[in-house]
Structures are given as structure tokens and as C-alpha cells.
């Protein structure tokens, strides 16, 4: 970063007036061109300027670190940046840099010009050199005219929330999702492997309508346990304790949206089953076995859970957000806008409140990740990778099989030519394997939708 100290706001006082002042400077030194600068600004506008989000931006922390961040400021008025200090997710000089940047617009547009490498580091950070040289033995930008960067800054839809009412959203998401004090108990009951699974049982057996999923979910397909259970504590025994915390997490989920319109749980839980599947096949794919393949089956199925919880609770941002996407805004931009968040972070903050595996919440939270964003992240886990590679190919369009290819059976398959091939080189799959694959894995899921669809609705 060029020049750290000559960027503060005090430097120039007025802190547009510098940004205003060093785009000028950088235009008449033909170091940027009108397009450059317009196009940066241009972005600059669309900066989501929170915290958090500048805190990416400089690849401090990621963003499931400000998901706990924000979970730990719901009930303090401690800053963000304290926080990430208390908890060691960033240190001190970064917290000061991000305060930097979120003040200062010329920081903040040097450090989009290097992001977006339209100017090498070492170039501009000459140029500035030579911009606060000027600056200094002559008190103001000797040559040229001051360029009106308002004219040049276009904003773009950007987010209408601030920090506040971000936090006043999620306190009222808290409230609304609360999940019953039984699970909690249950889940954390299980956390000791040897635990009773007959005190187990009678925890959930105080929750009727937790009990009758449980049953449904144990007896389903999409357990697929070869004799039927009729007891809680018979189910309990059957699945073990590691796929009870699985049935129990479901469980909840679906007990707690179980408002949504049938129309739109049958899309849902279709593409969440087929996504859980192909999460399941792509982990085999990479020679996973055992627990994380149940892992796999779960956090494909919760991935999308964000999104219930906008179908459910906020039903006006919900059409809001519709109609944003409808005039051509990009889904996760227009819940950005209306929510403060997307459905994927919205769903990572549930998992993170209601205190279910990490595995999970990332998953959740990076399921509609760039293949950028997913190789940058520190701790990226094959879990969260194969969800993000999942949810993207459980949407992909089913063609009729073309003539030359499917002989005299013709039928239809899986149409993966818009995957391209960075995508499918980071995910390590071939797209002939994924469709030979599709037709089980679309079966499968097809074959747990009827007994799942019985579960979702309120019974
Ligand atoms: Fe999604
Ligand atoms: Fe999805």
C-alpha cells in the first residue's frame, strides 16, 4: 500500500478534496486515463464500506470471521474492530488500516487501483511519492485543472444499510429464528459420545412435533436405515450418535420453516436434496468415505436455509429483492442491497446462532463463492468446496440427449458445457464424469423428494 501515513484524512483536510486533488494529479501525469479513473470510481461507488466488508477487502479476515463478529456484537456496543482484536482475527494496525480506509476515499481508491491492477504497486506508489512532493513545496497540485470526480462517480445500487440498522435485521432474525431450548439441550447432550440415548430420547420426546420429524426424517430415504423405527429412542439407537446430531439439525430446520408455500418448498427441497446428493458424489469422486460423506449429505441439504429464512420472515424485502432480480440485478446484489446480506451469509449467521457445526456454517456461507474467493480462503475445507461445486451443478439444465450421442435410447441429460474450465480444474471433476453421474444422483434425490416434501410443510 502506497504511502500509508500520506493518505490520512488530515493530510489534506478534507478528505474528497484529496481523493479529487491526487485524480488529478494521476490524470495529468498520464499515470491512470479518464476510462481508468471512471471505472474505478465507478466501483468505488458499489463498495460496501462496512467494516467487515473492508476487512475482506483487504484479505484480513474472510467473511465467515465477520459472520461471529457481527453474532458477537448483537448484544454490545463494542466496535467491530474491537471485537476482531478481542478475538484475534485481526490485529490492532489492521483494524487502524480498515478505519483508514473507511474514512478516507483516496485510500480507499489507491487501494482499488491496485486490487483491480490497473497500475502496478510500484508505479503508483511513485507517482504518490511525487504527488505529496508537489504537494508539500507547493501547498496545493501545481499543474492542470481539479477534476469534478463527482461527475466521474456514478454510484451503482449499494447497500441502504449501515452497521446499526445491519445489527437491528439480525437481532430480529435472532428473535424470529429462535430454535427451541430442546435442541439445544439435545445438541448438547450429544456433544459426549457416551452419552444415554435414553435421556437423549427423553429430551426430545418433550417436544412432540420434534419427535414426530425425527421419526419421519429416520424412517426416510434419505436415511435409508433398513427396518422401520417406531420409537424416538429406537431411532436413536439405530442412527447413532453422530447421525443424530444430523437428524436432529434437520430436523429443526424443517420444523422451523414450515410456513413456506408449497410451490416454492418443492423447488426448494428438490434442488437442496440433489445438492446434498451431488455433494455426496463429488466427496466420493475425491475419494472421501465415511463421516464426511454423511457431512456432505447434510450441509447440501441446509445450504440454501438463508433463503427460507427470507421466505419466512421477511416476506416485504423478499418481494423487494424479487423485483430487484426481475430488472436484471444479480440475486446475491439484490439481497445485499435490501437485507444488508446474502441469503448465503444470512444462512452461515443462523447456523452461527444457533451454535451448529463450523463445517456447516461455512459451507453455508461460501456456497455461492467465486472459485477465487474459495482458493483464497485460509481454511477452506473439501465440505465447503464441494457444496459450492454442488449447488452450482444441481443447477444446471437437463437437455434432451442429442441423437448422435444417446443411439436409439435417446432420453435426456445433464447440459454441463456452461461450466467452464477453471471451475471444473479448481473442483478437480471432469464434465463427462458429472454426466455420467447425473442420471443416479438425479435419481436419488428424485427418490427421497415424496418422503421429504411430507416433512416439510406444517403437519
Ligand atoms: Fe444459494
Ligand atoms: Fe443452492
Excluded at 483536510?13 to 494521476?26: A, H, T
Excluded at 483494524?95 to 491496485?114: G, H
Excluded at 437485507?339 to 457445526?357: C, D, K, S, T, Y
Excluded at 445433464?414 to 471444473?424: I, N, P, V, Y
Aim: hydrophobic share 45%.
Amino acid at each position: 500500500m502506497p504511502e500509508a501515513e500520506s493518505t490520512t484524512s488530515t493530510a489534506s483536510g478534507n478528505p474528497m478534496e484529496l481523493l479529487r486533488e491526487m485524480v488529478s494529479f494521476l490524470l495529468a501525469k498520464r499515470v491512470l486515463s479518464a476510462d481508468d479513473v471512471r471505472r474505478v470510481l465507478k466501483l468505488q461507488g458499489r463498495i460496501d464500506r462496512r467494516f467487515g466488508s473492508l476487512a475482506v477487502l483487504k484479505g484480513y479476515v474472510s467473511p465467515h470471521d465477520i459472520i461471529y463478529i457481527l453474532y458477537k456484537q448483537l448484544d454490545s456496543d463494542v466496535k467491530a474492530g474491537d471485537v476482531a482484536v478481542r478475538h484475534k482475527l485481526m490485529t490492532p494496525a489492521q483494524v487502524k488500516e480498515v478505519l483508514l480506509l473507511q474514512t478516507n476515499p483516496a485510500r480507499l481508491f489507491l487501494e482499488i487501483l491496485i486490487r483491480t491492477r490497473t497500475i502496478l504497486a510500484s508505479n503508483l506508489q511513485l507517482a504518490m511519492r511525487e504527488f505529496y512532493k508537489q504537494k508539500a513545496a507547493a501547498g496545493k497540485v501545481p499543474a492542470g485543472h481539479l477534476m469534478d470526480v463527482q461527475d466521474l462517480i456514478k454510484p451503482t445500487r449499494q447497500s441502504r444499510l449501515d452497521a446499526d440498522s445491519l445489527k437491528f435485521q439480525l437481532k430480529r432474525l435472532r428473535e424470529l429464528a429462535a430454535l427451541p431450548g430442546v435442541v439445544h439441550r439435545v445438541l448438547g447432550l450429544l456433544q459426549n459420545p457416551h452419552v444415554e440415548m435414553q435421556e437423549v430420547a427423553q429430551v426430545i420426546e418433550g417436544d412432540p412435533g420434534l419427535s414426530i420429524r425425527l421419526l419421519r426424517l429416520a424412517n426416510s430415504a434419505f436415511f435409508g436405515l433398513s427396518s422401520k423405527v417406531g420409537t424416538v429412542h429406537k431411532a436413536l439407537i439405530t442412527l447413532g450418535v453422530k447421525n443424530v446430531q444430523k437428524t436432529i439439525i434437520t430436523a429443526s430446520v424443517l420444523e422451523k420453516f414450515n410456513a413456506i408455500g408449497q410451490q416454492e418448498a418443492g423447488d426448494f427441497w428438490r434442488h437442496a436434496l440433489l445438492t446434498s446428493r451431488w455433494t455426496h458424489r463429488l466427496l466420493e469422486l475425491r475419494n472421501f468415505r465415511g463421516e464426511l460423506l454423511d457431512d456432505g449429505v447434510m450441509a447440501g441439504l441446509l445450504h440454501d436455509t438463508g433463503k427460507l429464512a427470507i421466505w419466512q420472515y421477511f416476506p416485504e424485502a423478499n418481494a423487494e429483492i424479487k423485483g430487484l432480480v426481475k430488472s436484471g440485478a444479480p440475486t446475491e446484489e439484490a439481497e445485499r442491497e435490501v437485507l444488508g446480506m446474502p441469503h448465503a451469509e444470512i444462512g452461515a449467521f443462523l447456523f452461527q446462532l444457533w451454535n451448529f457445526p463450523a463445517g456447516l456454517l461455512q459451507a453455508a456461507c461460501y456456497h455461492h463463492a467465486s472459485t477465487a474467493v474459495l482458493g483464497g480462503l485460509k481454511d477452506m475445507t473439501p465440505l465447503t468446496a464441494c457444496v459450492n461445486a454442488a449447488c452450482r451443478i444441481a443447477h444446471l439444465p437437463v437437455i434432451a440427449r442429442p441423437e448422435a450421442d444417446g443411439g436409439d435410447e435417446g432420453g435426456e441429460m445433464l447440459d454441463a458445457s456452461s461450466l467452464d474450465q477453471e471451475f471444473l480444474a479448481f473442483h478437480g471433476v471432469n464434465a463427462d464424469a458429472l454426466v455420467m453421474a447425473a442420471p443416479q444422483v438425479m435419481s436419488e434425490a428424485e427418490e427421497m423428494l415424496s418422503s421429504f416434501l411430507s416433512q416439510a410443510p406444517a403437519t
